[in-house]
């Protein structure tokens, strides 16, 4: 989870020196034995299974092959191809799409109205924060198994609903209709809390003498929530927006339980379709394209969001 | 607050609709998540009338049955490793890391750092193959070590930065003068930086655990032995063989998703303290 929290402040990190007072100092003696004992056994690790692999991942996407052996049918960009032409993938761009737009136009006001609410002292409003965080420390697996459950025709709250109503109940998640809606309401349920307790966090540092002084000089306190605290939540609001997006490109876990994908590729996200279509079938070649496409998305991504909206932090 | 925000109306309607509203998101968190926990308390016709509602009948056999079953605890036993090691090697190699990068000033550095960060930028997914078949030419398939080990060089990153940043407040005036009457970096950071850093390292510790403790796409990749499985994969086995007797499989996510709850409870201000700590500064 916090992984995502890193990015940000990863990406200035090439920006911060070490203080100047280390300059100074010590023999270059002690330095070196710390360099070579400290240094290799992290970038050894982080070099062998991260780094290496996307390189691979992009030799390994000119051929065709399965796995096994060593790879030898060279096809050039032709893997590239066949992604592009795959139906199933731009259904899976869009619902990655999708799920930013739910993100933007539900969760983010959920989440800051609950955190303005809640970041007020009452009694409480510690407990709701915990209750409201705990859907996002839970497992993705568990979470889509309790929601298959709510969602299940015969058995589950959907079901007893429409049988209150005299109804046939719908079976939610094997329609093509509804069953990236259902996907999209778990999502909600399940990371507005993470969302939530970013702009606490924001709130209770932000400095209270600004509002104050806003009240004193006559604003209402809706003036002063529109003028004062929303813009000194701008920088949260980005980084919220960030993770929202981030994390819509990764997710996974939670789709699999719920509908693997389907019905007929209608709830596939990025991820899930690189494992349907590359790992689960072991076309190394093909998933390794759709995992260098999505690389390729997600840094794009990265930098320029970072350039164009956080240039300031 | 000034003093004169707490002297209320007698009836405010903004109260009102806070009250109303938060009491809303709390119905609409709290009910799948009741309905699991007491969905395990029934048979399977009351769960088909009475699928939210107060137990009837309390069917206690299936939490027995499976709380009696060596299946479950070879699974928690299972993720318990996986995710032990992951976080043991975490913090040793990530405090290693993180203290040079804090202290030892080289030519390079703020390079290096930055290629660290680099993990943080794309989804383990996105050269899960590769990483398969690297894994498989190691000899590590279907190991724990298979699944440990990636999962420590995709948490380093955030690992190293959050370390790095709080090594970093120690003032370096204790290292130079420590350095002066003679102890060595390593002494240093044995006896001075790594216990006077436990809360982050309790901070890291504690996240690196939930990740790998919830993961399910790296052991999936990676383990072929059910008798390897960590929970997010056994509790899938499982639905797919009882399918739609889901007053057993409730059961067995009430009992899976347990500990992650009593662990939050007991580090919730680890956890929260992880995440506000990256994303305020940032």
Not at chain 1, 14 to 33: H, I, L
Not at chain 1, 123 to 152: H, K, N, Q, W
Not at chain 2, 76 to 97: D, G, H, K, Y
Not at chain 2, 196 to 224: C, D, K, Q
Request: net charge positive; with cysteine; glycine share 6%.
């Amino acid at each position: 989870m916090a992984r995502r929290i890193a990015i940000v402040s990863a990406m200035g990190a090439a920006d911060e020196t070490v203080p100047q007072a280390a300059v100074r100092g010590p023999s270059w003696d002690g330095r070196f034995t710390v360099l070579i004992l400290f240094l290799p056994p992290a970038l050894l690790l982080f070099t062998l299974f991260v780094v290496l692999p996307i390189g691979e991942a992009a030799w390994y996407s000119g051929f065709n092959w399965n796995g096994f052996g060593r790879p030898t049918n060279w096809i050039g960009f032709d893997n590239y191809r066949f992604v592009l032409e795959t139906r199933a993938f731009w259904l899976a761009l869009r619902n990655n799409g999708l799920i930013i737009a739910v993100s933007l136009a539900v969760q983010l006001p959920l989440a800051l109205t609950l955190a303005l609410m809640l970041a007020e002292r009452f009694r409480g409003a510690v407990a709701l924060r915990m209750l409201f965080f705990m859907p996002y420390i839970l497992a993705e697996i568990a979470t889509g198994l309790i929601f298959s459950f709510v969602y299940d025709g015969d058995y589950g709250l959907v079901a007893s609903i429409w049988r209150t109503f005299g109804a046939e109940a719908p079976h939610l998640l094997a329609s093509t209709d509804t069953a990236m809606l259902a996907v999209l309401i778990v999502i909600v349920w399940k990371y507005f809390g993470f969302h939530m307790m970013l702009f606490i966090a924001a709130l209770q540092s932000l400095d209270k003498s600004l509002v104050e002084a806003a009240r004193i000089d006559g604003a209402t306190r809706s003036q002063a929530l529109r003028h004062v605290v929303i813009p000194l939540l701008y920088p949260t609001i980005r980084l919220s927006v960030f993770f929202a997006i981030v994390g819509s490109l990764q997710l996974f876990d939670l789709v699999m339980p719920l509908t693997r994908g389907g019905p007929a590729d209608s709830s596939n996200t990025m991820v899930s379709f690189l494992y349907n279509n590359g790992i689960s079938r072991m076309r190394v070649g093909y998933g390794s394209a759709i995992g260098v496409i999505l690389f390729v998305i997600c840094v794009t991504f990265a930098f320029t969001y970072k350039r164009w909206f956080m240039r300031d932090e | 607050m000034s003093s004169t925000e707490t002297t209320r109306a007698p009836f405010d309607p903004a109260v009102l609709f806070k009250a109303v509203f938060l009491t809303a998101v709390a119905i609409f968190v709290l009910v799948p998540l009741l309905a699991t926990l007491l969905g395990g308390f029934k048979s399977l016709g009351e769960l088909r009338v009475n699928p939210f509602g107060w137990p009837t009948h309390w069917e206690w056999q299936n939490y027995a049955d499976i709380l009696f079953s060596g299946r479950y605890w070879q699974l928690l036993r299972n993720s318990l490793i996986i995710s032990t090691l992951t976080v043991i090697l975490t913090l040793i190699t990530a405090s290693m890391a993180a203290f040079t990068f804090a202290h030892v000033r080289f030519y390079g550095s703020s390079m290096l750092l930055s290629y660290l960060t680099l993990g943080l930028l794309f989804p383990a997914a996105t050269a899960v193959l590769p990483l398969f078949i690297k894994v498989r030419d190691l000899g590590l398939l279907d190991t724990y070590f298979g699944v440990a080990l990636p999962q420590v060089a995709f948490s380093l990153a955030m690992s190293v930065l959050l370390l790095r940043r709080f090594f970093r407040d120690i003032p370096h005036e204790l290292l130079e003068a420590a350095l002066v009457d003679g102890c060595s970096y390593i002494k240093f950071f044995r006896y001075v930086t790594l216990p006077l850093s436990r809360p982050i390292l309790a901070t890291v510790g504690t996240i690196t655990f939930v990740n790998s403790w919830n993961a399910y796409l790296l052991p999936l990749v990676m383990l072929n032995t059910d008798a390897l499985y960590p929970w997010p994969l056994g509790i899938m086995i499982y639905q797919g063989e009882y399918s739609s007797e889901w007053h057993l499989i409730l059961a067995f996510i009430t009992l899976t998703i347990l500990p992650t709850i009593i662990l939050f409870l007991l580090a919730q201000k680890h956890i929260v303290a992880g995440l506000t700590a990256g994303a305020v500064k940032g």
